[in-house]
């Protein structure tokens, strides 16, 4: 060991803390192959860190820690690392790439003996698990001592409060070959053009060849959203255009864009002629024109010239990276290409069938390029959303999800696409810092990504920033003011900060927008429900089935309203046909159980309501734990059995892994229960947690509405009694309430 750090002193020291991804996954699969790529990757990470005058002081299986003497050393050592797994990865393929995440921090080191201790230990660990694969964050300190070097780039992030860390830390983001300068935020420029992309026409005589059209104006869209300088119209706002020969003036003026693309594509065997026009929105003159006339193995080098010639045409200034990735060529297999295309046009129907017949065609896309990273990618969004859409709960495709994801960033690491399919894992396993992660890289590389500003507010949803929340969604719809899901989650966000007006005018503005998306009827329904507007419920859950009739959150909805509105006899025919158009027996099938038990309930049969809910328990999805163990405690709480209802209100507090209405639901009950049963010493510690939980809620603050509303509400139903452990929501200071609670005031 070097003089980093004496014995029994402290000493300023730059540190590393990096791990690699994908090893647990990797040793559940195959524990040798995992051992030897841990070895390789210690190997590399060996000799750059000696090279850079470093010390590797500890290694942890797949990671390690090291000390250097200064900053500079250190970033200059991760960036090198980082480049020499990135030109293995290349040389390997997709066999089994080699992705790591690291974190830099700048504080005192302690010497005892063969342990080194300290904050910079400390910090620069919690900082790694934030970084996405591929990627260094460095603190605020390292920051610092590195800004003035002219060929590193870095983008600020802002502050964190890190696990166990008492004060928030400053993260910067390391970027790859970005010109170097002041820090950059992840916001879009101001004063930036606008364009939209309108669906090219398939000239073709085959109409089967109309995925080829559409994938043209994917690919072109995709290509421009990445310059920096322009903002794009997603592909779902100019989809409705599609076939319509709108003047593209009207476009402009109904999508507040200063220019239009619009073209033809006609295929004919190994031929390809492509056309587009560029035309000023405000006036309806044709900014350029060109004709594309070329073989099908051309078709990159076309969408390269076009994306190139309306850059020049608006005067936007390209950055080397950006002009680099205009020119990418995602393949050199034109067959390959084809296939992929019809997959993401198979992926767009969002059916059961189509996502199967999508994964088919992104398999034989790979077969034919293994390096097609954009195929994984494509591979990966398609595993997993056959999770998050309940078509196949086998967790086996959220492993493959991430398999594949990592395997295109071990191909391509400034593929934005890669980046947001391993987002989008890490959003199915509740990982939000690695999601947040992620998506900030995919917007680093696609400023115009909705999806991805859609995606951050789920972080920030989940961790009860509500405010910064309210903007990521507000940005994905104005980037896309027909995404369908953007709108739903930002009422949900008014919603949980108790902003009930808020949250119903926002769903209407998107029924009137997407009058036939049945979503946005099934949340406007749950939304009524919840405040006991049941005809207005009743009246959205019914436009939901209306648009699809086979939906079952429609169904249970229906159910439930019409169960809470003594409708029992409509209440369970809803329920029949719930079991009838299932494929699942009695026994498994959840929703139908549920439905049951909520009738149980209302005609006062509470014993069999509770046989309905253990059951629908075991076969449920677990994202629908939560709701069933918290009508299984109001049950037993209702037949007096309080052991069992605090049991069950424990374990669905457990498995509630982010703040959500439902935990403070969860928590509220729990502690009228200890207060009932007079257990002073468990009942605090109930209102402690709330408290924690609420401390953000208090008047002043971005939303105490909900958690005042939901206390009042209560009061108006419960004893006088149980007012002492509803002081937590009401009360200014908690330790008040807490007083009052324990002292039985």
């Known amino acids: 060991m070097s003089d980093i750090a004496s014995d029994g002193h402290r000493r300023l020291a730059a540190i590393i803390f990096c791990d690699m991804v994908g090893y647990s996954r990797l040793m559940e699969e195959s524990e040798t192959q995992a051992l030897r790529l841990v070895g390789e990757f210690h190997q590399i990470a060996r000799q750059t860190i000696q090279q850079h005058s470093g010390d590797i002081i500890n290694t942890m299986g797949d990671g390690f820690f090291a000390a250097f003497g200064s900053a500079v050393q250190a970033v200059r050592a991760a960036v090198v690392l980082q480049k020499e797994l990135a030109a293995r990865n290349r040389h390997e393929g997709s066999h089994q790439p ?60 802002g502050e964190r409060q890190l696990r166990n860390i008492k004060e928030p830390v400053k993260i910067y983001d390391l970027v790859p070959g970005e010109e170097a300068g002041e820090p950059k935020s992840v916001e879009a420029p101001t004063g930036v053009r606008s364009i939209a992309v309108l669906p090219f026409h398939n000239m073709s005589a085959d109409s089967e060849n109309e995925y080829f059209s559409d994938g043209m104006t994917e690919e072109i869209i995709t290509r421009l959203s990445k310059i920096r300088e322009l903002q794009v119209a997603s592909r779902s706002t100019v989809l409705r255009y599609k076939g319509k020969g709108i003047d593209p003036r009207e476009v402009g003026r109904e999508l507040g864009v200063g220019s239009v693309l619009e073209g033809s594509v006609r295929k004919l065997g190994n031929r390809v002629r492509i056309t587009a026009q560029l035309i000023n929105a405000a006036d309806g003159f044709h900014l350029c024109s060109e004709v594309y006339d070329r073989n099908l193995d051309d078709v990159f080098k076309i969408q390269d010239e076009v994306s190139e010639s309306i850059a020049q045409a608006l005067r936007v200034n390209l950055t080397e990276a950006e002009k680099v990735q ?179 005018a926002q769903l209407q503005r998107t029924s009137e927008l997407l009058p036939d998306f049945d979503w946005t009827w099934i949340y406007l329904g749950d939304l009524h429900h919840s405040r006991g507007n049941y005809e207005q419920a009743l009246q959205a859950y019914q436009r939901a089935l209306a648009i699809d009739p086979d939906n079952i959150d429609s169904k249970v909805g229906l159910g439930l309203t019409c169960a809470a509105m003594r409708r029992f006899e409509e209440a369970e025919q809803i329920a029949n046909k719930l079991l009838e158009s299932s494929s699942k027996p009695r026994e498994e099938n959840a929703d139908y159980l549920f439905l049951v038990a909520m009738l149980d309930c209302a005609h006062g049969d509470h014993e069999k309501a509770i046989t309905s809910l253990e059951k629908a328990i075991s076969v449920a999805r677990r994202r629908y734990h939560r709701v069933y163990m918290g009508a299984l405690a109001e049950t037993c709480t209702l037949m007096g059995d309080r052991d069992n209802a605090i049991g069950w209100y424990r374990k669905a507090i457990e498995s509630e892994r982010h703040s959500s209405p439902y935990m403070i639901q969860f928590h509220y009950c729990l502690g009228l229960l200890y207060e009932e049963k007079q257990e002073f010493q468990a009942g605090p510690r109930s209102v402690s947690a709330l408290s924690a939980f609420l401390e953000g809620c208090r008047p002043g603050s971005p939303h105490p509405g909900r958690c005042q509303g939901t206390a009042r509400d209560a009061l108006t139903r419960r004893s006088v009694r149980r007012k002492f452990v509803c002081g937590s929501y009401l009360h200014l200071n908690p330790a008040t309430a807490l007083k009052e609670e324990a002292s039985g005031v």
Request: hydrophobic share 40%.
């Open 98 to 157: 080699l992705l790591a995440r690291i974190g830099i921090h700048l504080g005192d080191l302690l010497q005892e003996g063969q342990q080194l201790f300290g904050s910079g230990v400390n910090v620069a660990s919690r900082i790694e698990p934030l970084v996405p694969p591929g990627g260094i964050y460095i603190s605020g300190e390292v920051y610092q001592q590195v800004r003035n070097q002219k060929d590193l780039s870095f983008r600020d992030l």
């Open 326 to 504: 205009l020119s990418a060529v995602p393949t050199r297999s034109i067959e390959a290409y084809d296939y992929y295309s019809r997959g993401r046009h198979l992926f767009y129907q969002y059916t059961r069938g189509g996502h199967r017949a999508a994964i088919e065609m992104y398999l034989k896309a790979l077969e034919l390029d293994p390096n097609y990273a954009l195929a994984y990618a494509g591979l990966a969004v398609c595993y997993a959303f056959l999770i998050s859409r309940g078509w196949d709960e086998n967790p086996i495709w959220l492993n493959k999800a991430e398999e594949v994801a990592l395997k295109a960033l071990g191909i391509d690491q400034r593929l934005p696409e890669a980046h947001f399919a391993l987002g989008y894992v890490y959003e199915m396993k509740e990982e939000w810092d690695q999601e947040e992660g992620a998506m900030r890289r995919v917007l680093l590389l696609n400023p115009n990504h909705a999806h991805a500003h859609d995606s951050l507010g789920d972080v920030y949803y989940h961790r009860d920033q509500l405010e910064e929340a309210i903007s990521e969604y507000q940005t994905a719809l104005s980037l896309d003011p027909f995404h369908p899901r953007a709108p739903i989650q930002l009422a949900a966000t008014y919603e949980k900060a108790g902003q009930y007006r808020a949250a119903i």
